[in-house]
């Protein structure tokens, strides 16, 4: 009923000066349709939501320190749901005519109908312009932050606006084919099982028929260097693109498409390009790939850049080495806690992957059998820190990563006080690197390599020693050095050394 | 003014109700709430716990749709001035609709769970409700409105609801949680409520609102139905 008042100016154009006119008056009732568009309660709803899940997932404080070719991909699940209200919304636009039958009124005007689905197609366009506008914040916010390392990819952050634009177009299609009202919220409903509840055949999976679903994700939580990835992201923005096109066009042919040779031939161009996208992104990963990724997995150091810093050596794919300053940070405060020999130890902490499984698989690795080698992940920031200077004291006590992970008596105590001691409220961050998020028993610790087992005895004694002055603990930890890690020692002959007065049992880590 | 719902009525009534009930409309929401699980039986895949929790509550989500079209009646306006008020005709659709709604959610139920399924007896707590809300929103759109379609909009709001409240509830009130979750009771305690207060919604909505504006639309309506004046 509205929609009319738009189009009379454009009509009597259109009038005087043919095609170029009827483009004139779908371009107004584009923008018309926009407005409305844009203005519809779901659809601010969805904006406000997305935008408001955008502010919250950046502030988080193990966001701190993004790997951009992650971000990139992180951006595609929030237009997945601006999408389906865009399906819902365009297609209650494009039935708006037939549902206030004023179909009939506007039989007599200029636009035919053909012109009017394309005008309604045309009205996502700005829906999914500002969801670019929206994935560009929130990659350049991330992409801001000092701790960021890595290169983002265009074309992934291309796909989120992409699927806003395939799921509008698919809602007028939907509307030209289907009169119902009911179909749209069905079909959504059906889009939200299949594309975020997870029900999609080949969910989760990084090849094959999953690239045909809008956005590839899986659970994994490792990064990878960029050049690892194997995501044909770049042929997915294609097959999305095309889709779009595809949807679009076809709607318009359905709804009479007025110079049907031109549009049949432009039909048949996205067609193309869908199924040019859709089968290149479904190859599977190239060999170089897979041979890149054996490669990092078992011989990292032949792609990695090493840097001295202090008494240590950092080796870091050439994407991470911005970050060898905070790793040096962390373990130069660890090593200036220890006593003895440790405390100028030359380490080597190397950053390892496991690629080998694939992008969605965060296996562990295989603790390192090397002297005095530390593994660090790829991910920083949270509990990656204190996982790292739990490695760091483990190696500095035990010798290497292998024997840290079997030991099990008195020198966990030091391990962990090493470990602890010079962060900002070492209690809090101790209950974060517990499996079980608790204070008091025995615990798994979480590590990057093969976990540490905490007995209920051990953490009595850490945590007395963390309530006890640093300076005195310090100096009793470097005076018994020698003692405290030595093979053998049980946790009440470290309680005894370092003054706390527990009493505790036999060591039993079988638990 | 005294009610005029006798068995009598009820039994003259129910056939025409019955004809006016949109079936295409149900019939669609229905087969498309089964298709996935039924897939899924076909293909020979045993649902496991989450898949068949996300099947059988996007079954209830297709239900609840359907439910949303119920009060559809493009003879509204010229039904509003007979002796049998709209709260009856709107009780007798959903209690017709209910015996077939329950049949068609035990289809659903037997398709999907195993013995490793989901608690049945929660979510159908969870599709009670969910249709309960749909019949309210649909119920009191009626009342509040002169629209003869009030199911097009609580259908576009259901949905948009289904997308958003998993993803943005917070965790003291969440109602989408997964069985192995703790806290699965206390949250199909708040479906329940929620079941509550829509049931209570509807049945306060039921009646024709005595104002002014319904006399107004009681005597102008029946010139409204052919054009697009009978919306806004």
């Known amino acids: ?99 206030r039958d004023t179909e009939r009124h506007f039989g007599v005007l200029v636009l035919s109908p053909a012109h009017r689905t394309a005008a309604h197609a045309l009205a996502v366009v700005p829906l999914a312009l500002l969801t670019a506008v929206a994935v560009a914040a929130q990659f350049g916010w991330e992409a801001l932050k000092p701790g960021v390392v890595g290169r983002g990819s265009v074309a992934e952050l291309l796909a989120g606006p992409l699927t806003v634009l395939v799921f509008g177009a698919i809602g007028v299609l939907l509307a030209r084919l289907v009169s119902s009202a009911v179909a749209a919220p069905l079909l959504v409903g059906v889009f939200f099982l299949l594309f975020v509840g ?43 693109a095309g889709l779009a096109l595809t949807a679009a066009l076809l709607a318009v042919l359905v709804a009479g498409g007025g110079r049907a040779r031109t549009l049949r031939a432009a039909l048949a161009g996205a067609l193309a390009l869908t199924v040019l996208g859709g089968v290149a992104q479904t190859g599977g990963i190239p060999a170089v790939t897979t041979a890149a990724r054996i490669r990092a997995s078992l011989t990292p150091e032949r792609d990695q850049t090493c840097v001295l810093r202090g008494r240590s050596d950092y080796c870091a794919f050439p994407e991470w080495t911005p970050r060898i300053g905070d790793w040096a940070r962390v ?115 979480i590590s990057r390599t093969e976990p540490l087992t905490m007995t209920a005895g051990q953490t009595k004694v ?39 007065p527990a009493h505790i049992g036999p060591d039993r880590c079988d638990a | 003014m005294r009610p005029v719902m006798t068995r009598r009525v009820a039994l003259v009534l129910a056939p025409a109700v019955w004809r006016t009930l949109p079936w295409r409309t149900l019939g669609a929401t229905g087969t498309v709430g089964l298709l996935p699980a039924a897939l899924c039986r076909l293909l020979g895949a045993e649902p496991g716990g989450s898949s068949a929790l996300s099947l059988l509550r996007f079954a209830a989500l297709a239900l609840a749709l359907g439910a949303a079209f119920l009060l559809d009646d493009t003879a509204r306006h010229t039904t509003a001035p007979v002796p049998t008020g709209r709260a009856a005709r709107t009780v007798l659709r959903v209690v017709l609709v209910l015996p077939v709604a329950a049949l068609w959610w035990t289809a659903a139920l037997l398709l999907v769970t195993g013995p490793a399924g989901p608690p049945a007896g929660d979510l159908t707590l969870e599709a009670a409700t969910a249709f309960a809300v749909a019949v309210a929103a649909a119920t009191v759109a009626v009342r509040h409105t002169d629209r003869t379609d009030p199911g097009r909009t609580v259908a576009v709001g259901l949905v948009t609801a289904a997308i958003l409240v998993p993803v943005m509830q917070p965790s003291r009130w969440a109602l989408f949680v997964w069985p192995a979750d703790p806290r699965w009771a206390a949250a199909h305690e708040r479906w329940g409520w ?13 009646p024709e609102p005595r104002t002014r504006r319904s006399l107004r639309l009681a005597i102008t309506s029946p010139c409204s139905t052919s054009g697009p004046s009978g919306g806004r």
């Open chain 1, 198 to 240: 997870g029900m999609y055949p080949s969910a989760g999976r990084e090849t094959g028929t999953a690239w045909l679903a809008p956005v590839v994700s899986g659970t994994g939580a490792q990064s990878l260097p960029s050049a690892l990835l194997g995501r044909p992201a770049g042929w997915h923005a294609l097959y999305l």
């Open chain 1, 462 to 500: 850490v945590r007395a020693l963390l309530h006890q002055p640093f300076f005195s603990v310090a100096a009793k930890v470097k005076a018994h050095w020698t003692e405290l890690t030595s093979r053998g020692v049980t946790t009440a002959r470290a309680a005894e050394l370092l003054d706390v």
């Open chain 2, 194 to 206: 929620v079941l509550a207060v829509a049931v209570a919604v509807w049945g306060l909505s039921l």
């Open chain 1, 1 to 99: 009923m509205v929609a009319t008042k738009a189009t009379p100016a454009a009509a009597t154009r259109s009038a005087s000066r043919g095609s170029r006119g009827s483009r004139a008056a779908v371009f107004a009732l584009a923008r018309f349709e926009t407005r409305r568009l844009l203005l519809r309660v779901p659809v601010v709803v969805a904006l406000v939501g997305y935008g408001a899940w955008i502010g919250w997932r950046t502030l988080q404080p193990q966001d701190d320190y993004p790997a951009l070719q992650d971000v990139d991909r992180a951006t595609q699940g929030g237009p997945l749901f601006v999408g389906l209200v865009a399906l819902l919304c365009a297609n209650q636009a494009a039935l708006r005519s037939l549902r």
């Open chain 1, 331 to 445: 373990a130069e405060r660890v090593q200036s806690l220890t006593g003895g020999s440790a405390r100028g130890q030359h380490l080597l902490v190397r950053q390892r992957v496991e690629a080998r499984y694939g992008l969605f698989d965060d296996a562990a690795l295989a603790p390192s059998t090397n002297p005095y080698q530390v593994t660090v992940g790829t991910a920083w920031g949270g509990n990656r820190v204190p996982e790292f200077s739990t490695a760091v004291a483990s190696v500095l006590v035990a010798g290497n990563e292998k024997a840290a992970s079997r030991l099990c008596d008195g020198r966990m105590v030091t391990i962990m006080w090493l470990s602890l001691a010079w962060q900002p409220s070492p209690e809090s961050v101790l209950r974060h690197v517990r499996l079980d998020d608790s204070l008091s028993g025995s615990a798994v610790v």
